[in-house]
């Protein structure tokens, strides 16, 4: 069998070296024709995958199936998979073809970096296991080193999830659905059909973790086929799965409460109950003692860039939170912080309508400086909300600027609710970049 593996990221890289391990013949395309060559040069790349930089007939003669990074929109490729009737899967169908082991699988608009990690952490006190898929480390990376009784911890996109074939978790969970990515999808509804990709070929046999304070979750749901058990932040009747009271997390199976998780989650700022509640439960499925849920709960460090704590300088004190890269996200992080805040938006477009921002704006919000590609478009839509102190700047240097301009505030925050295309390579780097800000203000 013969694989063509478009887009060379990370995934792309990974799938055709993995594809080579196993002896398949592998083509490669990426629209930059030079980045094969120095990947094969710096030995990174195969060096027996065969580049390829035309999607020719000749090349569709060859081609058994195409394996797409999740960069690569479906519809790049479209006319040329369909007219030659080429089966197209994505890299985590490609991994769990070998994978020899249970898959926990998490997805979500927000929070599946940090639900991931912290399930990770309270796993690995009891069992040997795999954190792969969007978090960074393909999937097809660690496949080979996995056995038949570990665990894959999958985070998944809705990109990677759109071309999956026999792809099946044991557990899978969908912590919330907001817009996102409306720049590929063409309304919400393709967005949320495809995250329910994610229960395609599970069984009576699986369970379903969900969101039950998500109506359109909930609703989806009906048409699964594996158990469900759900989380809520509310107490619940008749109900299967856990709950938030307090600074307790109740498991409870139609009523009879099963176990009782007491952890202070107000201690933990930029950790959220649906991260708390997921992984708990989750944990408690596969056996974990009490003691190391509590125990990992209590040592858990947030991944950067998700309400990171930067520095105080003078009375106001600086948050990183990069990893805001839509509305929803930045709505939640704003959650946490009950003191005055100065809230630094922008970056590039990803079609959100930002009234929604605006109108469940809380009152400790008392400046908003926007910047970069959507700073005209969020100026537009708070003044039309009625928000009257908001500034509009050229780039985050600019932005960060205005906020510590006579700056009355008790926190600075960096939650963009934009991509960061318009002046950086990712929300890492724009993490980074704000952090160093405050480094040289400091000084």
Do not use: W
């Not at 912590?175 to 069984?203: C, V």
């Amino acid at each position: 069998m013969n694989y063509l593996v478009i887009g060379l990221g990370r995934s792309g890289i990974s799938a055709c070296n993995l594809l080579v391990k196993k002896e398949f013949k592998v083509f490669a395309y990426d629209d930059n024709k030079k980045i094969g060559e120095e990947l094969k040069c710096a030995k990174i790349l195969n060096e027996k995958v065969e580049l390829v930089f035309s999607l020719s007939k000749k090349l569709a003669k060859v081609v058994d199936c195409i394996v797409l990074s999740p960069g690569v929109p479906f519809k790049k490729i479209e006319r040329f998979s369909k007219k030659n009737n080429i089966e197209v899967i994505s890299e985590i169908e490609l991994a769990s073809m070998f994978c020899p082991c249970e898959i926990v699988a998490v997805t979500g608009t927000n929070g599946k970096t940090t639900t991931v990690n912290l399930l990770n952490q309270i796993l690995k006190t009891e069992k040997q296991t795999f954190l792969v898929g969007n978090i960074g480390t393909p999937f097809c990376d660690e496949v080979q080193n996995m056995g038949e009784n570990d665990i894959a911890i999958c985070e998944v996109s809705s990109f990677q999830l759109e071309h999956i074939k026999n792809f099946k978790p044991k557990i899978a969970v969908i912590l919330n659905l907001a817009p996102d990515h409306m720049d590929r999808y063409e309304n919400f509804q393709q967005y949320a059909h495809a995250k329910f990709n994610l229960f395609k070929n599970m069984t009576k046999q699986d369970v379903a973790v969900l969101n039950f304070d998500d109506l359109l979750i909930r609703a989806l749901s009906k048409s699964i086929l594996p158990e469900i058990f759900y989380f809520s932040k509310y107490k619940q009747e008749n109900f299967n799965g856990i709950f938030q009271s307090d600074n307790n997390f109740l498991i409870t199976i139609k009523n009879n409460i099963k176990e009782v998780f007491d952890f202070d989650l107000s201690k933990h700022k930029g950790l959220f109950s649906q991260d708390v509640m997921c992984a708990i439960l989750i944990a408690n499925f596969l056996g974990i003692s009490k003691e190391n849920i509590i125990k990992s709960l209590e040592n858990f460090s947030l991944p950067k860039h998700r309400i990171e704590f930067v520095d105080t300088i003078g009375k106001v004190s600086f948050y990183d939170d990069s990893k805001a890269t839509n509305i929803h996200s930045c709505l939640s992080a704003l959650g946490h912080f009950s003191e005055s805040l100065v809230l630094i938006l922008g970056g590039s477009d990803k079609k959100e309508d930002f009234s929604t921002l605006f109108k469940p704006l809380p009152k400790n919000v008392i400046k908003i400086v926007a910047y970069g590609k959507t700073a005209k478009k969020i100026y537009k839509k708070g003044v039309k909300s009625g928000y009257k102190n908001i500034v509009k700047t050229k780039c985050l240097q600019d932005a960060f600027d205005e906020a510590v301009k006579d700056c009355h505030a008790e926190a600075i925050l960096l939650s963009p609710a934009c991509a960061s295309f318009d002046e950086f390579n990712n929300y890492e780097e724009r993490g980074e970049f704000f952090k160093n800000l405050v480094k040289d203000l400091k000084k």
